[in-house]
């Protein structure tokens, strides 16, 4: 963890040296992503925060439920049912794990006997017409560990979703899993239907996309099977490695950012000096950064 400390302390000091060159919210937001990285590395254990996310009747509720073995939150065909970020967390839970979750905007709560510390977060629609439960999903989704992208046979191709959201998300390939949801309904076509996904994911960028095919529910002809998705999550999302990754992707993002953001120097000696070393500094992070990111994900692939 000690590379997590220094590329968190050279934050912290590309942080102190924005102030003046950037803007004053550019300055503010790296602040606050330091801090709710400082939080998260105090919280490194076993705990992985997995947000279920995708658009209405995609069965993300009931994905939950299928995972945890009986319902521990509502489903139902009235849309949307889901009106807020709710975590699945195990019955005791540790107090910082509830001010980590409290830090992403998560405060809804169902306590499991026996759960694991993979917490699960039943996310509200992303296509929902609710102006608040957009809100939610928008203040949630950064802050989490990794993402399961619930899709249906009827949804998995939607624009608004490979356009709007995953396009512009394709660093966090490896925070990501996609789930194909009422898989049962496509007979022998699923394997079709998972390659075409495939082939969407990576036209919007993504290199290597894990797609796994699920059945939610039990259904006259299936019965609900999240046994391979279970086991996607298990082996493929490692909670320390996951955890870092997301960290790195978040600080070369805002030092990317930040760095573009430079305000051009007047002609005074001490803002050219100044706005040099903060226009360094943001390069420095972003480059210590990305090596994080690649040695942490490096490590889960061999864990793999």
Known sequence: MADLRTLLDLADLATVRSSGVVSESTTADLAAQVQRARLRMGFLGDALVIALAGGTGTGKSSIVNALVGHQVVETGVVRPTTDKATAIVPAVIHGDLGTLLESMAIDELVRVEGWSDLVLVDMPDIDST???????????????????????????????????????????????????????????????VVADLEELLRRDGFAEPVVVSCIAVDRPDHDADVTRLAAVLDDHLDAKSTAIAKIAVDLRAAANGAWSEVRAPSDDGDDIERAALAAATFVGLGVQAYEVEVAHRRHRQVSE
């Open 130 to 192: 609710e102006e608040a439960h957009r809100a939610i999903v928008e203040e949630v989704l950064p802050r989490v560990d990794a993402v399961a992208w619930v899709l249906d046979p009827e949804k998995y191709a939607d624009p608004l979703l490979h356009d709007v959201f995953l396009a512009r998300l394709v660093p966090y390939e490896s925070q990501f899993v996609f789930v194909l949801n009422q898989s049962d309904r496509l007979g022998d076509s699923v394997g079709e």
